[in-house]
Structures are given as C-alpha cells and as structure tokens.
C-alpha cells in the first residue's frame, strides 16, 4: 500500500468528506477520488458506503482504520530516525596510542552525548604526524599534549611522568642502564636522557619508539625500563622509584583550523568537567 494514499485515506477518516480531505493534502478532489479508488482496487474491497449525501467508512474502510494510522505512524518514526542523520559529516579525531586507553573512551563519551548520531573516526598515530594532519586539513581535533607554558588547545587532564620496568627487574649497575622510550621528540625521552647524564648514570639507548605499545612491549620483556606517563601505564608493569624526576605534561584537545560543528562551547565545557584519571 502506497503510504501517500493511507495518508490520503486518513484525511477522510478525519474530515469526513472527500471535499475537506482533498483540501487537507492539497489535491484536487478527482486526484483525491482517483488515490481512493485505486487504493479499493489494490485491496479489492470497498472502503466507503453512501449514506444519502454523505461517505461513511464502510466495514472493511474501519478495519483498515487502525492499521493505516499504524502504519504511518511508523513511517512518520522512521523518516525522523534517518533524517537526523542528514547533513551530518564524520568527526575525525586523533589519538596517540598512548592516551588510548584512558583519555579517548571519555572523550568519546562526550562527544556522543553532544552528538548521538554523529559518526566519529579515530587516528592513532604518534603526535608529530596527528600535528600534521591537523595542518593539512585531515583532522578535526587530535588530542595532544602541549608545551610547556603553551595556551594551546582546551585543557583536559595533566599527566605525570613516571620510570617503568617489568614486574621482576632489578636495575644491574654494573651496566649501562638499557632504555626504551618515545622519539626524542618527546618530553619524557628528553628528561630521562638529562636526568640520567646528570646524575652520571651511564645508559645504552635499546630502542626509540613511536607508539606505547612497543615502547610497553620491550620493558615488559625485561630487556630495558622506560619513560612514559603514569596515564599510559599498565598493571602489568612496576612503576621504579629512585629515579630522576620526570615533567608533568598537559593533555589537551587541539582542533583543526575550520572548526567541527560538534566542538561548541556547551560540548568544550562538558569536556572541561570530564574525568580522565583512570578507571
């Protein structure tokens, strides 16, 4: 059944005239009567008695009654269901592997709680590429951790660094002191480097990398310890004490130059309020 004509069919259900109900659509009446007649051909039934001057619901026109309005008004639902989803465009956000697992989850949550419908596509890859990107046009925020004493992007936790060794290590002093940490674009690799030539304690660089996993990867195998926010480290590593003093960083939600629709001041403010300490 054409769901046009059930609309038609219930105009008359309400007005109780073909004249009215033609009016109500904005059809002509021969248009109208045409939708109704061809609507009876398609049921085989008659849906309307003449009784003197007036069309009156016949037995059939009352049963179907109830199941056009249902019908409608299922249809009516499911147009309002799609058409939220007109007009929208993906959020494209970045991520560095290492706020994975406690910064994104909870900033996706309030994203969809702004958004619902919005579609939102995740890029984890190391913050010098996710910089990029958003100069490029690629991104529409990254979460990111900013420079020292930088006004940089919407404020979102504060990180602190910290030394990591498997669960079973015991610092050898006899040797150079095996590292694995982040590019030496990153603060922690930096400050691990510093504090250990001051404290003229000798170390062998074992690896640099660009995500946490690998960098969490090779101290869990017990060949190096690490550097890496406390935010970013999981239960089945030690977190060392005794160790040079790492920085606290400022994580931050940095969004591209043509700013998403999505990122307005009620939703920054919903992000302002969030808890990114771990769960």
């Known amino acids: 059944?054409?769901?046009?004509?059930?609309?038609?069919?219930?105009?008359?259900?309400?007005?109780?005239?073909?004249?009215?109900?033609?009016?109500?659509?904005?059809?002509?009446?021969?248009?109208?009567?045409?939708?109704?007649?061809?609507?009876?051909?398609?049921?085989?039934?008659?849906?309307?008695?003449?009784?003197?001057?007036?069309?009156?619901?016949?037995?059939?026109?009352?049963?179907?009654r109830t199941h056009a309005d249902q019908l409608v008004t299922l249809h009516n639902q499911a147009l309002k269901q799609v058409k939220r989803y007109e007009n929208k465009r993906p959020f494209r956000l970045g991520?560095?592997?290492?706020?994975n697992e406690i910064i994104l989850p909870e900033v996706i949550r309030v994203l969809k709680q702004?958004?619902?419908?919005?579609?939102i596509q995740v890029f984890s890859e190391p913050s010098v590429t996710l910089r990029n990107l958003?100069?490029?046009?690629?991104?529409?925020?990254?979460?990111?951790?900013?420079?020292?004493?930088?006004?940089?992007?919407?404020?979102?936790?504060?990180?602190?660094?910290?030394?990591?060794?498997?669960k079973d290590y015991q610092i050898d002093h006899s040797n150079p002191l095996p590292l694995a940490l982040f590019q030496n674009d990153c603060k922690y690799h930096a400050a691990a480097v510093d504090g250990l030539t001051k404290n003229g304690t000798p170390?062998?660089?074992l690896a640099c990398c660009n995500t946490s996993s690998a960098q969490r990867a090779l101290v869990r195998?017990?060949?190096?310890?690490?550097?890496?926010?406390?935010?970013?480290?999981?239960?089945?590593?030690?977190?060392l004490t005794g160790m040079p003093p790492l920085p606290m960083?400022?994580?931050?939600?940095?969004?591209?130059?043509?700013?998403h629709p999505l990122l307005d001041?009620?939703?920054?403010?919903?992000?302002?309020?969030?808890?990114?300490?771990?769960?």
């Open 1 to 64: 059944m054409d769901i046009e004509a059930l609309r038609s069919f219930l105009a008359f259900v309400e007005t109780g005239s073909f004249t009215r109900a033609a009016k109500q659509i904005n059809r002509t009446q021969s248009a109208f009567s045409a939708q109704m007649k061809k609507l009876e051909e398609e049921l085989g039934v008659s849906l309307f008695n003449r009784e003197g001057r007036y069309l009156v619901l016949s037995e059939a026109g009352m049963s179907l």
């Open 95 to 99: 991520c560095p592997e290492d706020y």
């Open 114 to 119: 702004a958004e619902p419908t919005c579609s």
């Open 134 to 166: 958003l100069d490029d046009d690629k991104l529409d925020a990254a979460i990111l951790s900013r420079a020292e004493n930088s006004e940089e992007g919407y404020w979102l936790a504060r990180d602190q660094g910290v030394w990591i060794s498997s």
């Open 203 to 205: 170390y062998q660089l």
């Open 221 to 239: 195998s017990g060949m190096a310890v690490g550097a890496m926010g406390r935010i970013s480290v999981t239960p089945d590593l030690k977190i």
């Open 249 to 259: 960083v400022d994580i931050v939600l940095v969004s591209a130059a043509g700013s």
């Open 265 to 279: 001041k009620a939703c920054l403010e919903r992000l302002g309020e969030a808890d990114f300490s771990a769960k």
